[in-house]
């Protein structure tokens, strides 16, 4: 097998040679799947650990929930995807493959369940705020999702029905054979697909909007955060929002049974209406000034205002000045 895949892009007028491996030491190949997912966790982690820093949380609490919120994030990640997909996984010559996370096969929304179950054990054990947390965690999944996407399109996976008006629409011999293969299925679920014509890049849409939200929302809590769980609702409202429509379009959704239904598309819709709800709720409460003391911000890097006793010296010395006017 080509270790090498030829991608075009008709809507742009170029193609080229995509590897899928990026070196091997000791005769294992290290792809660029695995690669660009560890950077874009690395960068998610440093943001973090920045943000963990100004807000003076404990760096050694951060390692707590570090090390276990990427346990269960990986491990829920993987577990969500094969449960949605056990119909494959649990046949004799695939459940061997259940742990081979390196070549595709995990989900966000797992890996989100997983991350805040292992970071809520890590606050309790580093006494770590749990709602400051949340909020650093959701910028962080912002910079990981965003950069993580581009790992799905060196596997050439993760893409879009067949477009022939979109821009940025492309096309592969993998994308031809994936599609070949779950053509039937998809038939079955109400979407027909032409494996000789391109796809929408689904992995790219998802991956502008995660870092434009991400930029949005580092503004709003650099600037102007309300109160404590915020961002993390607002994380919700965006991410859910953009993935209730992009997953409309993929062709490797998970599907509830033998329903139409995409998992992560209904989920999608629930969080929106549930994050959304949340966020007007304690945003309404916020301007009534009735918030619960645990949920105000805290800003430590904020300079405390000063006191006005030099324009109280000056307006003495004013007036000392007329009285001495008056006395000549």
Known sequence: MSDFTHVYFEGLGFDFNLPSVAFS?????VKFYGLIIAFGFTLAVLYGGRGAWKWKMSLDGMT???IWGTIFGIICARLYYVAFEWDYYSMPEHFKEIPAIWNGGI???GGIIGALIGAAIGCKIGKIDFLNLLDLGALGLLIGQGIG?????FNQEAFGANTTSALFRMWSPKIRDTLAESAADLAEKGMNVDPMLPVHPTFLYESVWCLLSFLILHVIV???REFKGEIFM??????????????????????IGSTNIRVSQLLSAIIVVVALSFFIYFMIRCKKNTLPQKMLPIIPDERPRKEPKKKKEKRGKTEKSKNNKSEE
């Open 234 to 255: 607002l994380y919700g409202v965006l991410y859910g929002a953009e993935r209730m429509v992009v997953e409309g379009m993929r062709t490797d959704s998970l599907y």
């Open 149 to 153: 996407r581009w790992g799905n399109f």
């Open 107 to 109: 989900a966000i929304y």
């Open 25 to 29: 030491i000791g005769g294992h190949d």
């Open 64 to 66: 707590d929930v570090l």
């Open 222 to 224: 650099t600037k102007k």
